[in-house]
């Protein structure tokens, strides 16, 4: 399975932007970029994924690189809520659709 | 709309006994995927259903581990007998035809 590098830690100011990068230089060409988040005491909660083209919603936005091994998480205006560790994966569509390792992800800290 | 819930929330068993987790996905949802976090590392991917059916069993880690998901719908996570190396969260998620994987809160599993 393609791996996804991701510094150990970040911290952020409050309402600030925020850009979360992922290496994913082994990525193949059906993977999609998948950035879930976890807050304490909680699941993994979805944020967004992507293949090529740059993403927006409303949590958030994913910023593809051309050559797609490498990959930002970019959170506009961050909240103490927004304080979690964030993990990038890689899945295919529909073989190894579920099967996707979390790695260590990093640990956003959001300072008042 | 009810999210993916687990019970229990927290067991506590010991060594050679047996537990079960149950798993309740969201309602509509064929796929329904285990994970687990042992002690200090991440986030792995047990197995996969589509419906009743085990698409993907290749993350569980031995035969003390039996999951089913008769009718498609809820799914059972069965640990006999439980080692102290089970100790973790043990996740539950669901998705439809996406690759959106909602999580559920977890169970945490403790084996002394």
């Given at each position: 399975?393609?791996?996804?590098?991701?510094?150990?830690?970040?911290?952020?100011?409050?309402?600030?932007?925020?850009?979360?990068?992922?290496?994913?230089?082994?990525i193949?060409?059906?993977?999609?970029?998948?950035?879930?988040?976890?807050?304490?005491?909680?699941?993994?909660?979805?944020?967004?994924?992507?293949?090529?083209?740059?993403?927006?919603?409303?949590?958030?936005?994913?910023?593809?690189?051309?050559?797609?091994?490498s990959?930002?998480l970019?959170?506009?205006?961050?909240?103490?809520?927004?304080?979690?560790?964030?993990?990038?994966?890689l899945?295919?569509?529909?073989?190894?659709?579920?099967?996707?390792?979390?790695?260590?992800?990093?640990?956003?800290?959001?300072?008042? | 709309?009810?999210?993916?819930?687990q019970?229990?929330?927290?067991?506590?068993?010991?060594?050679?006994?047996?537990?079960?987790?149950?798993?309740?996905?969201?309602?509509?949802?064929?796929?329904?995927?285990?994970?687990?976090?042992?002690?200090?590392?991440?986030?792995?991917?047990?197995?996969?259903?589509?419906?009743?059916?085990?698409?993907?069993?290749s993350?569980?880690?031995?035969?003390?581990?039996?999951?089913?998901?008769?009718?498609?719908?809820?799914?059972?996570?069965?640990?006999?007998?439980?080692?102290?190396?089970?100790?973790?969260?043990?996740?539950?998620?669901?998705?439809?035809?996406?690759?959106?994987?909602?999580?559920?809160?977890?169970?945490?599993?403790?084996?002394?």
């Amino acid at each position: 399975d393609a791996k996804t590098t991701q510094p150990n830690s970040m911290e952020s100011n409050e309402e600030e932007p925020v850009h979360l990068p992922c290496n994913h230089s082994t990525i193949s060409g059906t993977d999609y970029i998948h950035w879930y988040r976890q807050l304490p005491s909680q699941g993994p909660e979805y944020v967004i994924h992507g293949l090529t083209s740059n993403v927006n919603n409303r949590m958030a936005s994913l910023a593809i690189a051309e050559d797609r091994k490498s990959s930002t998480l970019i959170l506009h205006r961050a909240t103490l809520r927004d304080a979690a560790v964030y993990y990038c994966i890689l899945r295919g569509l529909i073989t190894n659709a579920g099967k996707s390792t979390f790695g260590d992800g990093t640990t956003l800290t959001v300072k008042p | 709309e009810a999210g993916v819930t687990q019970f229990p929330s927290h067991s506590v068993i010991e060594k050679g006994q047996t537990v079960t987790l149950r798993c309740d996905p969201i309602s509509g949802h064929d796929n329904l995927y285990w994970y687990r976090r042992v002690m200090g590392k991440e986030i792995k991917f047990l197995l996969h259903f589509v419906k009743e059916s085990k698409q993907d069993e290749s993350g569980m880690p031995n035969n003390r581990f039996l999951a089913e998901r008769t009718g498609g719908t809820y799914s059972t996570l069965k640990v006999q007998p439980a080692e102290l190396e089970d100790s973790g969260v043990y996740f539950c998620a669901s998705s439809s035809v996406g690759n959106e994987q909602y999580f559920g809160p977890g169970t945490r599993l403790t084996v002394t």
